[in-house]
Structures are given as structure tokens and as C-alpha cells.
Nanobody, 116 residues
Framework: QVQLVESGGGLVQAGGSLKLSCRAA????????MGWYRQAPGKQRELVAT???????NYADSVKDRFTISRDNAKNTVYLQMNSLKPEDTAVYYC??????????WGQGTQVTVSS
């Protein structure tokens, strides 16, 4: 329903950092819950982190203390700062709106590859 474009992925060495951006074509001020998700080859898409309009955050245990999600409503953008990257973080990362368990269409995502 709302166009979302992920960017910022790339090839990074283990221990490095990367910041992903999710830009919306329209205002995200009215959307309560937005999140980052990832899908590794041969695995199901999984939740990485979410952030609410009140800036409450939730993280998967695997990324807790390493990743930070944030949002800038004025810029219609959600970010994911990833530090201390591990090879296990390698996946395609997606951004989306969570409408009570329902999502808008998934975009192309951005590839994150972490080498050893």
C-alpha cells in the first residue's frame, strides 16, 4: 500500500558496521509499528526489530545489544544501525509496516553479506 525502499546493504567483514535505511514515499507519522525483517537463504523470514510511534523498541535475541532501530517521521525513514556484525547476520533485510500482524507488500529488500 505504501512504497518502501530499503538501502544501505553491502559486503562487510565480521565485526564491522552497517546502517540500513527504509524510505517511504508517504508520511509514516500515522503508522504505529514499523519493523525490520530478514531472510537468510533456505530460512523463513524473521523479525529483527520493531519500533512504535512512541519509540518503544523490540529486538530479536540474536541482535539485542548489537542492532539499533530508529525512526525519523519528518524524513519518512526508518533506520537500522548494525554493529559487531557476524556471518550469521547475512540475509536480505526488509522493512515493512505491521498492521496488527498484517503487512503491506514486501519490497526488494537490501542484501547484507558478512564475511569471516
Amino acid at each position: 500500500q505504501v512504497q518502501l525502499v530499503e538501502s544501505g546493504g553491502g559486503l562487510v567483514q565480521a565485526g564491522g558496521s552497517l546502517k540500513l535505511s527504509c524510505r517511504a514515499a508517504s508520511s509514516i507519522f500515522r503508522f504505529n509499528l514499523m519493523g525490520w525483517y530478514r531472510q537468510a537463504p533456505g530460512k523463513q523470514r524473521e523479525l529483527v526489530a520493531t519500533i512504535s510511534s512512541s519509540l518503544s523498541t523490540n529486538y530479536a535475541d540474536s541482535v539485542k545489544d548489537r542492532f539499533t532501530i530508529s525512526r525519523d517521521n519528518a524524513k519518512n525513514t526508518v533506520y537500522l544501525q548494525m554493529n559487531s556484525l557476524k556471518p550469521e547476520d547475512t540475509a536480505v533485510y526488509y522493512c515493512n509496516l505491521d498492521r496488527g500482524g498484517r503487512y503491506d507488500s514486501w519490497g526488494q529488500g537490501t542484501q547484507v553479506t558478512v564475511s569471516s
